[in-house]
């Protein structure tokens, strides 16, 4: 398996005349491993909704490419441009508000829109400029993970231990991953990495899906429930703790899948650092702080009857995020593609708004 390549696990491509995406549909994870074709505006705003593909960067990377493939679909069709563009705005707006807090998303989206205001020319232009801005969102982010592994691995030893939580890895990217990049850097070059992934309640990204990543690739992986953590680390204390984001504030706040919160609690009640592992494209600077961060709720059903069986009364409310706030105080690191940045974060992730590394 070459980690090196961008979605080393095939989580996204192009089908063959590019006027689709080929996606590996996550929610099918452990027990079958399917691809899945998606054509429409509605097939790829259910997949992204659905969680069949999903992590902050893959998201953006589906988001994109889902546009030049529609976008390709309909200029082959020979539509006027202006009759793209018109079809074009209102794709986009559909799938930015598939996930709120996945800020990627819309930031891949974006750019996904200048290159089309950019582009003159016939219906076909546009649509192989898009293709091209795609496929290169996607090779960045490939880049962007190895970067990402290759400034994390220092913190790792001959032998460490690492805990995660939800997945972060090389299925919530286009590349090796982003908590998970270090370890991936490292197993690369001969440490021996122990890594233990939360199953991560109420979808269980962790043990369907982190555990099958890693134990794919080779890597020592023992999954817990999330309540056990605070165990663990009391008779096996991890040395690091790796998580990825959804949306950093400009004060270093970091949503991430819900219970990320009550890890970096246990994890400073321990005195085990705590990472969170995430592109500059994560980071909103115009959140000033986690209170800024949309929060994306879930259905109720995703609790109660989790896969299939009910497991809470159907009359019983059900509070259901999909995402809680680490403040930034319980942070030791935040790291990007451009290096380990430490508090005050409101001035080190700063620098990166400001073009300096």
């Given at each position: 398996m070459d980690l090196s390549s961008p979605a080393p696990f095939g989580q996204i491509r192009w089908d063959d005349d590019r006027t689709g995406i080929v996606i590996l549909d996550q929610t099918r994870l452990p027990s079958e491993v399917k691809e899945v074709t998606l054509r429409t505006v509605e097939g790829i705003e259910e997949a992204i909704k659905s969680l069949r593909v999903r992590g902050a960067p893959l998201i953006g990377v589906t988001g994109a490419m889902g546009l030049a493939a529609l976008s390709c679909g309909e200029a082959r069709q020979g539509p006027l441009s202006e009759e793209l563009r018109t079809s074009f705005a209102g794709w986009a707006d559909r799938l930015a508000a598939a996930r709120p807090t996945a800020v990627n998303l819309a930031w891949a989206i974006n750019r996904m829109r200048v290159v089309l205001e950019a582009t003159p020319g016939s219906s076909t232009d546009i649509a192989a400029a898009l293709i091209e801005e795609a496929g290169l969102i996607l090779i960045?982010?490939?880049?962007?993970?190895?970067?990402?592994?290759?400034?994390?691995?220092?913190?790792?030893?001959?032998?460490s231990v690492v805990l995660t939580h939800c997945n972060a890895g090389a299925l919530a990217t286009g590349g090796i991953g982003t908590a998970l990049a270090p370890v991936?850097?490292?197993?690369?070059?001969?440490?021996r990495t122990r890594v233990f992934a939360d199953e991560t309640r109420p979808l269980l990204q962790g043990s369907r899906i982190t555990a099958w990543e890693l134990d794919a690739a080779g890597i020592d992986v023992t999954v817990i429930t999330d309540g056990m953590a605070g165990a663990l680390m009391a008779v096996d204390t991890p040395d690091v703790v790796f998580v990825g984001s959804d949306r950093i504030a400009a004060n270093g706040d970091a949503a991430n899948k819900i219970?990320?919160?009550?890890?970096?609690?246990?994890?400073?009640?321990?005195?085990?650092?705590?990472?969170?592992?995430?592109?500059?494209?994560?980071?909103?600077h115009h959140a000033s702080d986690g209170s800024a961060i949309p929060i994306e709720f879930r259905s109720a059903d995703e609790i109660r009857r989790g896969f299939g069986r009910l497991t809470a009364p159907e009359n019983v409310p059900v509070w259901s995020p999909a995402f809680d706030v680490?403040?930034?105080?319980?942070?030791?690191?935040?790291?990007?593609?451009h290096g380990i940045h430490e508090p005050p974060y409101i001035e080190s992730l700063g620098a990166l708004r400001a073009g300096s590394t």
């Open positions: 960045e982010d490939a880049r962007m993970c190895r970067a990402i592994g290759e400034h994390g691995v220092g913190l790792l030893g001959e032998s991936y850097v490292g197993h690369e070059r001969g440490l219970g990320t919160y009550g890890l970096a609690v246990l994890a400073e009640q321990h005195g085990i650092p705590f990472y969170v592992l995430a592109p500059t494209s994560t980071i909103d680490t403040p930034a105080r319980l942070i030791t690191g935040i790291i990007t593609e």
